[in-house]
């Protein structure tokens, strides 16, 4: 069984640009989430991605917008950068179904913001 | 809306001694509550969780915690600290029909030789 996956690891772009973070999802799993982790900080929700197309969302602005694609893997897509856009991005996915179902999380994708 | 909040945002024991992470929620529906540990520069591990049933749940590494709906509280517990206990737990809730997991602010956990 193939965990989460996540890249890149590390991630260093300028206020203004634009960055695409990836995750493949843990095998069997059809349900993806993405959280912000600001330093010192708990993960903050961003959205879920279902069946391709977004099912939640949290208080972002629409410049951080996704993907997820057939094979339920998804990108994490982050316009017009901001200082404080600096944080471990985590990708976890789930499998949608009766019940709550645990988030199996990815290692991360630590985005600096210059 | 549901939340976390964990009391403490540094604990240190010494090794062999009882560990214990406090976390009180807040819900207007029956939550679901989870621990989840964080090791440096890496993503969390679900410890344990609870949903319904049994309201003592045991996780791994020696890890439980119970459910008290009386107090709202699901603190983290283990008997004897080992030194690769050291790390970030985060305490997490979420309810049926809602898709995010609503996170603490966390607690760094420091084991003392």
């Known amino acids: 069984e193939t965990g989460v996956t996540q890249s890149p690891t590390h991630l260093i772009k300028t206020r203004g640009q634009q960055v695409t973070l990836r995750c493949s999802s843990q095998?069997?799993?059809?349900?993806v989430s993405w959280y912000q982790q600001a330093l010192g900080q708990g993960p903050q929700f961003i959205f879920q991605?279902?069946?391709?197309?977004?099912?939640g969302r949290g208080n972002f602005p629409p410049r951080f917008s996704g993907l997820q694609f057939p094979n339920y893997s998804s990108e994490l897509n982050v316009n017009a950068l901001e200082l404080d856009d600096s944080a471990l991005y985590l990708c976890?996915?789930?499998?949608?179904?009766?019940?709550?179902?645990?988030?199996?999380f990815g290692p991360g994708t630590r985005l600096t913001v210059t | 809306a549901q939340s976390v909040t964990q009391l403490g945002s540094h604990v240190s024991v010494s090794e062999g001694a009882l560990v214990l992470l406090r976390c009180n929620y807040s819900?207007?529906?029956?939550?679901?509550l989870f621990w989840y540990v964080q090791y440096p520069n890496q993503g969390l591990q679900l410890l344990l969780k609870?949903?319904?049933?049994?309201?003592l749940v045991k996780g791994i590494n020696g890890f439980e915690a119970e459910f008290k709906k009386s107090e709202t509280s699901f603190h983290l517990t283990k008997p004897s600290a080992h030194m690769s206990d050291a790390a970030e737990y985060f305490c997490?809730?979420?309810?049926?029909?809602?898709?995010?997991?609503?996170f603490g602010a966390g607690t760094r956990l420091t084991v003392k030789p």
């Open positions: 976890a996915s789930s499998l949608t179904g009766q019940g709550m179902n645990e988030q199996y």
């Open positions: 095998s069997g799993h059809n349900t």
């Open positions: 991605y279902y069946r391709e197309e977004e099912n």
């Open positions: 819900s207007s529906v029956p939550p679901y």
């Open positions: 609870y949903t319904t049933g049994a309201t």
């Open positions: 997490a809730v979420s309810v049926l029909g809602h898709n995010d997991m609503r």
